[in-house]
């Protein structure tokens, strides 16, 4: 079974930054999509950024410009770099994986990060 292992999170004031982190417990070569959601209190979990791979990279309106997400082959990891943080990015925020293998294709799901937003 694929794990997803996410930290980084926090409290941070408006204006700044964080970086959270996404350990997979297999290669990430092995993913078709790598990324990050997100879900606030009372609203649906969300897309923030997602990398695919090709290399393209995919991001939610709201954080087009602020959020950058990347990978680490060497470090087999998966990064979100957010900056200039506002009060609507509290969220907890969840690290996704997918891979297709033999036509089927397998969501795998971190436990989730808190990032609090707030002065």
């Known amino acids: 079974q694929v794990q997803l292992v996410e930290s980084g999170g926090g409290l941070v004031q408006p204006g700044g930054f964080l970086k959270l982190s996404c350990a997979p417990s297999t290669s990430l070569f092995s993913f078709n999509v790598v990324g990050w959601y997100r879900q606030a209190p009372g609203k649906q979990r969300e897309m923030v950024a997602a990398?695919?791979?090709?290399?393209?990279?995919n991001y939610a309106d709201p954080v087009k410009g602020r959020f950058i997400v990347s990978r680490d082959n060497a470090k087999n990891m998966v990064y979100l770099e957010m900056s200039s943080l506002k009060p609507e990015d509290t969220a907890v925020y969840y690290c996704?994986?997918?891979?297709?293998?033999?036509?089927?294709?397998?969501?795998?799901w971190g436990q989730g990060t808190q990032v609090t937003v707030s002065s």
């Open positions: 996704y994986a997918d891979q297709l293998l033999g036509g089927k294709k397998s969501d795998y």
């Open positions: 990398l695919l791979g090709g290399g393209q990279r």
